[in-house]
Every structure is written in C-alpha cells, then in structure tokens.
C-alpha cells in the first residue's frame, strides 16, 4: 500500500536554528498538507498546497513557516527561526481528491525545540 | 466559527460496545471522517461519510446526520488492542479546497 514518507523521525534544534522537515507524498496525489499536533492536544491544520504553491493556510503559519516542493518529489516544511512553541509532531499527507480513502497520513516528524 | 465536540475520555470493558459522538459546526461542510491515533503515532483512517446514514465496515461503523451536526463511531467487539485517541474530522471545503479540521480526540481505554 502505498505510504506518505516523512524524515527524519525525531529532531531535537536549538532556539533560533532553523529546521527541515522533509516529506515523500504518495506519488500520484496532487494535493499535500502539513498539520501539527503539540503534545496533548488536537492535529492542527498548517497550511495546503496544489500545483505548486499555496492554496491555504491557517493563522498558525506565519512568516517563520514556508514550503516548498523542490524537485517534484519532496515536499518541505521549513521554520526558519524555531521557538520553543514550535515543539510538536509534525504530519505531512497528501491526497488526490477527496474519497473514500481521503488522506493519507505520514508517520510524523517530532520536533523539540530546547 | 470551526467547532468539533468530541468527549474527552471514554472507558469500556472487552467485548462490549461503544459509542463515540461528535456534534460540529463548520462551513463547507464536505464530509466528516474519523481517524485512530495511538500514542506517538499518526492519524490512521477508519472511516468517512459524506451522505446521511450508516456506513458499516467490520467491527467499526459510522454514522452522520448532516441536518443535526452529528456522527458517531460505534466499535463492536472491542479489543484491548482498540484502546487509543479516536479522532473526528470534518473536510472543509473553502476557496476550491478541500481541508481537514479535527476535534480534539476521544481517548478510549479498553480494560478486561
């Protein structure tokens, strides 16, 4: 079955440091999404993205947050200036369209910020 | 607003039957799935319905009424293995996409 990729599993970054969080969608869905989860609370939506570029995002990413999908494969999540808020699970998924089977999720990438 | 009501805990004994609600207010409502998360892990699909009614699948059912902002997940025959978070999820339809907003989850405990 078909999986959604997410490297590396855990990342632990210093204040301030940047981090990238790399995502491998399902090879033939069109439509990828980042949410977190901090600890003990709900998946929040961060931001969507078609056809190479933003088709929405939510009040959580701001302009420490941006995304990329550089080589047709990869999908990424970059904060550019980590704080310690920014500790939490991040999930990418990707879907084709809305259907029985909707999205698919990635494994996650736990970020800790110290 | 966007809003998901979901309980916060729920416990049930293995073997039995349970059921979990979750009443929404969103826009663009465009279908409502539920998910299973176990700890540390991520959200796996169980279930959607875009239509009023039952949809059945093995030991997991779902229901929604579209009228009352309403769904339910049932679990039959439960197994200590079905204790986790059980997350419900609208699919939000806004500016020709389609987005996923959750509640907050339903942590259930299955004892013996």
């Known amino acids: 079955e078909p999986e959604v990729t997410q490297t590396p599993s855990h990342q632990v970054t210093q204040m301030g440091q940047e981090v990238i969080l790399r995502c491998v969608p399902i090879s033939n869905h069109l439509y990828f999404y980042w949410y977190r989860q901090i600890l003990g609370q709900k998946v929040e939506f961060l931001v969507s993205f078609y056809n190479n570029e933003i088709s929405e995002k939510s009040e959580i990413f701001d302009d420490q947050f941006s995304v990329e999908r550089p080589d047709g494969s990869n999908f990424t999540l970059k904060i550019r200036s980590t704080k310690l808020e920014d500790s939490a699970m991040y999930f990418c998924?990707?879907?084709?369209?809305?259907?029985?089977?909707?999205?698919?999720f990635g494994s996650g990438t736990r970020l800790t910020v110290v | 607003g966007q809003n998901i009501d979901q309980p916060t805990e729920m416990t049930a004994t293995e073997g039995a039957i349970v059921q979990i609600n979750c009443t929404y207010q969103t826009s663009g409502f465009n279908g409502l799935f539920w998910y299973q998360q176990h700890a540390g892990e991520a959200p796996t699909f169980l279930s959607y319905?875009?239509?009023?009614g039952l949809e059945e699948k093995g030991r997991f059912s779902s229901f929604l009424s579209r009228s009352k902002g309403y769904s339910y997940l049932l679990l039959k025959e439960l197994q200590m293995k079905d204790s986790a978070s059980y997350l419900c999820?609208?699919?939000?339809?806004?500016?020709?996409?389609?987005?996923?907003?959750f509640g907050a989850g339903t942590r259930l405990a299955v004892h013996p």
């Open positions: 319905n875009v239509l009023d």
């Open positions: 999820a609208v699919s939000s339809f806004s500016g020709g996409y389609n987005k996923l907003i």
């Open positions: 998924a990707s879907s084709d369209r809305v259907s029985n089977n909707g999205y698919t």
